[in-house]
């Protein structure tokens, strides 16, 4: 018998640790029949699950994702539903095991409450462990991309891991998924190189790549690259992106001097690898031309947002290209 609590934003290691569990808990020729998924099950599915029993010999493993019982109020139990499963998890058959799950989305600074009865009944029995995600800036963010290469049997150089985190982020089940594509992709080399992340490990309608083009003022790429955006993202979501990107470089150029990588890493939330590319980029541009740039789109995306009669896509072309 095992009960665990995982709740966090990262989904991949939550999801690899449950399928360790699976796999070190039930026999492979039952595992269709002992192991089953809820999602915030209401009470009487809740209490049958914990309840039952396995229907062979072995163990059953379920798990029940319960966010909606431990984050905010769209879920509850009552005080005489708790003591049931008080009692239900005190009593649990010694061969079912149960992975309450907990996923909260990425960049939302929440956690369970633990205020909550349920959380704190779960808790009492439960083996509790967060998965939070992790930011660009932290080196065990390349710990965990380098074990994730191996397990796919691929070679990753530290300068190249910094290079996939600036292309990606630190969403780690999206670098999983792009570094799955890229060993298919440059099969049978096992060896990933600069030029493959470049290659396969980027999108040609990356809204961050969008910043770099009006950084290097060209109109034509430019406008090439915004329609590509504006069939999938709204204007809006597009100007909110570039904004951010505009606020970081005014932020880097104006303490380049003041700063080293280190302290603008920690300050911004952003690796060092990154602040460095950034500065190298921002290199040939002055503090006034980034500012105005940054008011020049403050100014199109009010006019957005105040119904002007101009189209949308003239206000942004004329936005991107002054």
Same mark, same amino acid.
């Given at each position: 018998?095992?009960?665990?609590?995982?709740?966090?934003?990262?989904?991949?290691?939550?999801?690899?640790?449950?399928?360790?569990?699976?796999?070190?808990?039930?026999? @492979?020729?039952?595992?269709?029949?002992?192991?089953?998924?809820?999602?915030?099950?209401?009470?009487?599915?809740?209490?049958?699950?914990?309840?039952? $029993?396995?229907?062979?010999?072995?163990?059953?493993?379920?798990?029940?994702?319960?966010?909606?019982?431990?984050?905010?109020?769209?879920?509850?139990?009552?005080?005489?539903?708790?003591?049931? %499963?008080?009692?239900?998890? @005190?009593?649990?058959? /010694?061969?079912?095991?149960?992975?309450?799950?907990?996923?909260?989305?990425?960049?939302?600074?929440?956690?369970?409450? $633990?205020?909550?009865?349920i959380?704190?009944?779960?808790?009492?029995y $439960?083996?509790?462990?967060?998965?939070?995600?992790?930011?660009?800036?932290?080196?065990?963010?390349?710990?965990?991309? #380098?074990?994730?290469?191996?397990?796919?049997?691929?070679?990753?150089? $530290?300068?190249?891991i910094?290079?996939?985190?600036?292309? %990606?982020?630190?969403? #780690?089940?999206?670098?999983?998924?792009? %570094?799955?594509?890229?060993?298919?992709?440059?099969? /049978?080399?096992?060896?990933?190189?600069?030029?493959?992340?470049?290659?396969?490990?980027?999108?040609?309608?990356?809204?961050?790549?969008?910043?770099?083009?009006?950084?290097?003022?060209?109109?034509?790429?430019?406008?090439?690259?915004?329609?590509?955006?504006?069939?999938?993202?709204?204007p #809006?979501?597009?100007?909110?992106i570039?904004?951010?990107?505009f606020?970081?470089?005014?932020?880097?150029?104006?303490?380049?001097?003041?700063?080293?990588?280190?302290?603008?890493?920690?300050?911004?939330?952003?690796?060092?690898?990154?602040?460095?590319?950034?500065r190298?980029k921002?290199r040939?541009?002055?503090?006034?031309?980034?500012?105005?740039?940054?008011?020049? #789109?403050?100014?199109?995306?009010f006019?957005?947002?105040?119904?002007?009669?101009v189209s949308?896509?003239?206000i942004?072309?004329?936005?991107?290209?002054?």
């Open positions: 018998m095992a009960i665990y609590l995982f709740y966090g934003q990262e989904e991949y290691l939550m999801e690899k640790e449950i399928k360790k569990l699976k796999n070190e808990l039930l026999d @492979e020729s039952f595992m269709s029949m002992a192991f089953k998924t809820f999602d915030n099950p209401l009470y009487n599915t809740l209490i049958e699950c914990v309840q039952s $029993s396995p229907l062979m010999f072995g163990n059953s493993l379920s798990v029940i994702h319960i966010d909606k019982y431990l984050i905010g109020n769209k879920m509850s139990l009552d005080d005489k539903q708790i003591e049931v %499963l008080d009692k239900s998890l @005190e009593e649990l058959n /010694p061969n079912v095991n149960i992975i309450f799950v907990s996923k909260i989305p990425r960049d939302e600074n929440k956690k369970p409450d $633990s205020r909550k009865k959380y704190k009944v779960i808790s009492k $439960s083996q509790v462990r967060e998965f939070p995600q992790y930011r660009t800036y932290q080196k065990e963010l390349n710990a965990q991309i #380098l074990n994730v290469a191996k397990e796919k049997g691929l070679t990753i150089s $530290s300068n190249n910094n290079m996939l985190i600036e292309q %990606l982020g630190s969403n #780690l089940t999206l670098i999983d998924s792009e %570094l799955e594509k890229l060993k298919i992709a440059i099969h /049978p080399k096992k060896t990933v190189d600069e030029g493959d992340i470049r290659k396969y490990c980027t999108s040609s309608e990356d809204i961050f790549v969008l910043s770099d083009l009006i950084i290097g003022s060209n109109k034509n790429e430019i406008l090439k690259q915004y329609n590509l955006l504006t069939e999938k993202h709204h #809006l979501e597009i100007f909110s570039i904004q951010s990107n606020q970081k470089f005014i932020f880097i150029k104006t303490y380049e001097k003041k700063m080293n990588d280190k302290d603008m890493s920690s300050e911004l939330r952003l690796h060092e690898f990154v602040i460095k590319k950034t190298e921002l040939n541009i002055s503090l006034d031309k980034l500012i105005n740039i940054r008011e020049n #789109l403050i100014n199109a995306e006019k957005l947002k105040s119904g002007q009669s949308e896509d003239i942004m072309e004329l936005a991107l290209l002054s």
